[in-house]
């Protein structure tokens, strides 16, 4: 029994043939949406990627391009095609292609599902990312003479104003490395020297921050050095006061960054999944029905489409069967109890012995 079986008139088969042609062009430029969507998440990964470890981050920005670029090209052709399903005569030039057509379609058609919910399981990975790139950037944020990370001070501190954030997890981790680099130290002074003895190390720690690290909103001039000695500063105790200083995190703030862009792109590739869907529905009621028009005969009649010829479960069967007999056409079964006929066949005696002759009658 036919799944969702609906009549059509001819009426109602050029109708449906012509709004699905407005419908693939509008998929083409959802196909456009989905590739600007995956290019923009790229440039913006792009951006900070100094401050980023290597890994798959990148395998979602490359899904949804891949898949607005095949959504452009699908689409076109089904606009081509469901232009001229209009046309009996000229359906029959696409009778044996829409059916893989469809299938194909619904292949891509559930790729975009798969980038759409890749929106919403990347952060993991992206937190562990922003964790490992983070680390080695404040670690070599003292380096500005050595090549290849003289970048990254400027790197730190421009993201730590813009997203208004300190450290990695928070301001303390500046106070776990030498941030301050050796040529800025004064080996003479006898402060210096006891910090860097104290240290098992040997590295220069002070309970400070960078200066991108300041509240410029507060009303306090920012306190950048001996953050938890209250001694230090007039009326000051970093365990009540409110630091003038960001509290949160870079790796937090940038993962609230990226997780607010995964999600509207995870919502926008969601509905364009819905409407690619639909489409695709419309396209094997279109199939279906210009298919059967053609075995009635009738060009002018009516005809049924659905969306399945059979039930859901006898196509899974039938479906299961033919992967199970992929490939064995050409096979000579070896199953027990099946000989080969070729096998013990008795050769004919073609030689002159055990021949009787028979006698000529005479004239």
Known sequence: MAVLKVKFT???????AQILWILNWVSVVSGIILFSLGLFLKIEIKKRNEV???????????????VGVIACIINFLGGKICYDCSDANKFSRWKLVMLPYIVCTFCFTFCILVGALMCYTMRNELEESLYLGLRDAIK???????PGRCFLKKTVDMLQIGFQCCGNNGFRDWFEIQWVSARYLNMASKEVLDRLKSNVDGKFLVDGVPFSCCNPS???????????????????????????????????ALLD???????????????IWLFELSVLIGVRYLQTAMKNVL??????????GWLLENS?????????????????????STVSGINDPNINVQNTNCGKTNVTTKSIPAA
């Not at 859901?312 to 000579?332: D, H, P, R, S």
């Open 140 to 146: 070599f944020y003292k380096d500005t003479d050595i």
């Open 257 to 271: 960054h990226y997780t607010a862009i995964m999600r509207s792109i995870g919502i926008a590739a969601l509905f």
């Open 295 to 304: 075995l009635l005969g009738d060009l002018e009649g009516e005809s049924d």
């Open 312 to 332: 859901f479960v006898e196509t899974a069967k039938y479906n299961i069967n033919i992967i199970k007999n992929l490939g064995k056409a050409n096979q000579i």
């Open 218 to 252: 507060s009303p306090r001039p920012c306190i950048q050095y001996q953050l938890t000695n209250n001694s230090a500063h007039y009326n000051y105790d970093f365990l009540t006061e409110e630091l003038n200083i960001w509290v949160k995190g870079c790796r937090e």
């Open 52 to 66: 980023m470890a290597k890994g798959d981050i990148n395998s979602v920005p490359n899904m949804l391009i891949s």
């Open 10 to 16: 001819k009426t109602k088969r050029d109708k449906l």
